[in-house]
């Protein structure tokens, strides 16, 4: 337990003119947070929590939540989406704040008796006295908001003019926040449905018609069989939740691992593995890639069996894969353009997914692709695919899974460009993997 302390002023002027470079040079939500809880402990406030949670406009996510701790540095949890909220965060100061529409919240924290909200028995084990709490929004009518507490473990609690510099200090916090989270919808919002790297090219102001480049890729094209017939036998919504599954199981394989899905299209999506020109960087992609269809084909399988027990038809479907060089860039009108890959390969790979509706098999390859893997493979023929002018050898996979099993190829690492609380999003966009797990202790505030 601390002693009551002065706050220096002008360290406090220090913390908002850091806060407000923080603004303007674009720094992520992680710094700022971890930065001014730093630059406020050394001001003399007592601080010994900071708790703070951003809403964010996310596919995956309703909120980022950040735990500052004098003792033990920054933790940080993704709150996922769900249609209940958890009891224990209706048990909370912030639920409270929300439902009475207040702005702040100001408890002492006995050493015994009974509690207002079951957050303050953990605060207590903590040694708290005195917490505070509040809610910020980032404008009528917007969907992004900060909500926070400040905790000490100081003899007394805060003195008054300690409040009143927190409440200061959080409009110069909020402001930062507002534009780290803006930086960071705008990343997220263009990776959800460009993809991260077309994202980051566009971030990055690959933005004019014919801006591009050409690269070489292994290349995916998947699709769905009998949509109509799906489209028609079960209606609107019933169709949309049945190609999300098909997604969902299908797709999500080849968005990791070096591929991105780079566009849905329709019922049918295209993946891209980008690799050097060379061999090795070449048999990396396509083993890669080769891998993550192996995967695709359990997930469909475990669908379809899941699909079974609901009295569902089962989902077919077909996958192409090929190798070769595609553009890469924008592409459309003058002011309505796509971020996508084209050229050639890309038209070969639609015209060798199509064959396995010929061939009445799952997967079909071109040699080309086949040549990089260690994989048997089977001849189904020789093709003339329409638009293409040489004839394509096409093959079919003869194992059901590749030499190693697939495990090492397609274990999922965090990206290290990523920050720590980009990558608390991007571990756990497996739903699967993490399905049943996420703790409702999470939501601490």
């Known amino acids: 337990m601390t002693i009551h302390s002065s706050v220096s002023d002008l360290l406090l002027d220090k913390v908002a003119e850091w806060l407000t470079q923080a603004a303007l040079t674009g720094e992520n939500l992680e710094t700022t947070v971890r930065g001014f ?139 930062a926040a507002k534009m780290a989270v803006l930086g960071k919808l705008a990343n997220n919002m263009l990776t959800t449905y460009l993809g991260g790297d077309a994202g980051k090219r566009v971030l990055n102001g690959q933005i004019r018609r014919g801006d591009g480049e050409t690269i070489r890729a292994a290349l ?62 070449s048999k990396v992609a396509c083993e890669a890639a080769l891998s993550a269809v192996f995967e695709a084909q359990r997930r469909v399988t475990a669908l379809n069996s899941d699909r079974q027990s609901r009295n569902l038809s089962e989902v077919r479907y077909g996958i192409g894969l090929h190798v070769g060089n595609v553009m890469f860039g924008n592409v459309g009108l003058k002011d309505r353009l796509t971020f996508s890959a084209f050229g050639a390969a890309v038209n070969e790979v639609e015209r060798l997914q199509s064959l396995t509706k010929k061939y009445a098999t799952e997967v079909v390859a071109s040699q080309a692709f086949s040549s990089y893997t260690d994989c048997e493979w089977g001849k189904l023929g020789e093709e003339k695919l329409r638009g293409v002018r040489q004839r394509f050898t096409v093959v079919s996979p003869k194992a059901a899974t590749p030499a190693n099993g697939g495990l090492e190829i397609f274990q999922e690492t965090a990206p290290d460009s990523l920050s720590e609380a980009e990558q608390v999003i991007l571990l756990h966009r497996d739903a699967k993997k993490f399905e049943g797990r996420l703790q409702v202790e999470n939501l601490t505030p």
């Open 37 to 175: 809880c730093e630059r406020m402990a050394a001001t003399g406030m007592p601080l010994n929590r900071v708790h703070l949670t951003f809403s964010m406009l996310h596919p995956l996510y309703d909120a980022l939540g950040f735990t500052w701790r004098r003792a033990g540095g920054l933790t940080i949890e993704g709150y996922r989406h769900g249609n209940e909220k958890p009891e224990r965060f209706v048990q909370s100061p912030y639920y409270y704040l929300l439902s009475n529409n207040l702005q702040h919240l100001r408890r002492r924290i006995d050493v015994d008796g009974a509690v207002e909200f079951p957050i303050f028995e953990d605060l207590r084990k903590e040694k708290v006295t005195d917490y505070m709490a509040f809610v910020q929004t980032f404008g009528a009518g917007s969907v992004q908001g900060m909500m926070g507490s400040w905790s000490t473990d100081s003899i007394g609690g805060f003195s008054e003019e300690m409040i009143g510099a927190l409440m200061r200090m959080q409009n110069h916090l909020a402001m």
């Open 220 to 281: 995916v094209m998947g699709d769905m069989r009998q949509s109509t017939v799906y489209a028609e036998k079960e209606g609107r919504q019933a169709y949309i939740d049945t190609l999300n599954e098909f997604f969902d199981a299908i797709a999500a394989p080849f968005n990791r691992n070096g591929g991105e899905i780079l566009s849905f299209l329709g019922d049918g999506f295209l993946a891209v593995y980008p690799c050097g020109r060379h061999k090795d960087p």
